[in-house]
């Protein structure tokens, strides 16, 4: 009877640990999936769920081993809701880690510099179908919204630094406004406002950005900004309007092609080429480069400043009406006119 009770014994224990080894050997094959794939865990979702969520998408030929593993290991039983993006051949453990460590699957988008918020809108709605453009608007233009997120201001035009962005899958509108904001703050935090720029002459940071997003939508060269800009503070400290075109098609949303009689002729406020001084706001988003060009302005007698339309995407300066029109005609001939 003892050595059946021994045997017996034996066998069991060779049936545990034969058991325990194919486990262990199943929780160290990496996962099935050959691409990434995005798996969508709900709210209350269980570890038996989720194993045959993971069964059922290809990752893992059996979903109870996930399950056993979590439970025996402890891991992966505080699972959080959200899209995870399980990368190929992930083992168990990193695959308990995605799920349980809140870091959803993310797109990255890259949003240009001196966009307007309705073009960065756009960029986004391409990649999340989903995403409201009246919703979008709204927060833009919400002094409440604005002040939430500390923004003296009464909307976030000029404060959504242009950058590339992981978004969270199923991201809200609030979420995205509220993540750029974010970033042009640390950028501000960045720069040098101290009594060397003219961070005080232009009287805040709402002015400066008005200034930059001025400048960032007049050249596209990096080397021209501080120039463009010292043009700028030139009339800005003569009271002589800033003439600069792109301020109108603001006011109407013609960020391309003619711009007409009617429009030069606008009352708003905006209207750079009627009124002098800083407009309301910043008409787009600037970049880094441009904010330190407002900053820190090139040191010029020049006072305008005019495309030279051969190609090369540079700029004629004047310091005399008389020579900007000399280069205005060559511009004009540079065109063929």
Request: proline fraction near 7%; charged fraction near 20%; include cysteine.
């Amino acid at each position: 009877m003892k050595k059946l009770l021994y045997l017996l014994v034996f066998a069991i224990g060779d049936l545990l640990v034969g058991s325990a080894l194919h486990m262990w050997t199943q929780w160290q094959k990496p996962s099935l999936n050959q691409v990434p794939v995005v798996i969508e865990v709900p709210k209350g979702a269980n570890l038996r769920t989720m194993g045959k969520t993971l069964q059922n998408t290809g990752i893992l030929q059996s979903g109870r081993y996930f399950h056993w593993y979590c439970r025996i290991t402890g891991k992966g039983t505080n699972l959080k809701a959200g899209h995870f993006e399980i990368p190929p051949q992930s083992t168990m453990a990193q695959i308990a880690q995605i799920l349980t460590s809140g870091m959803e699957a993310s797109i990255r988008v890259t949003i240009p510099e001196g966009w307007a918020s309705w073009e960065i809108f756009a960029v986004y709605k391409d990649h999340f179908p989903d995403l409201d453009s009246a919703r979008w608007d709204s927060l833009v233009n919400n002094p409440d919204f604005a002040s939430e997120l500390e923004v003296p201001a009464t909307n976030l035009e000029g404060w959504l630094f242009p950058d590339t962005y992981p978004i969270p899958l199923q991201s809200s509108e609030k979420a995205i406004l509220t993540q750029m904001v974010r970033a042009t703050k640390q950028v501000l935090e960045s720069l040098d406002a101290g009594p060397s720029s003219k961070f005080s002459t232009l009287g805040g940071w709402q002015q400066v950005l008005t200034l930059a997003s001025i400048v960032e939508e007049e050249t596209g060269k990096a080397d021209e900004r501080a120039h463009v800009a010292g043009v700028f503070h030139n009339r800005l400290r003569q009271g002589i309007p800033l003439g600069a075109d792109p301020t109108v098609r603001f006011i109407f949303r013609n960020l391309t092609g003619p711009i007409f009689k009617s429009q030069l002729a606008s009352e708003s406020p905006y209207n750079t080429r009627r009124f002098a001084g800083l407009p309301p706001g910043p008409i787009s988003n600037p970049g880094k480069r441009a904010i330190d060009a407002a900053l820190h302005p090139m040191e010029t007698e020049d006072l305008y400043f005019v495309a030279k339309d051969d190609g090369s995407g540079v700029h004629f300066f004047a310091k005399t009406l008389q020579q900007h029109n000399e280069f205005k005609d060559a511009a004009a001939r540079n065109r063929g006119e």
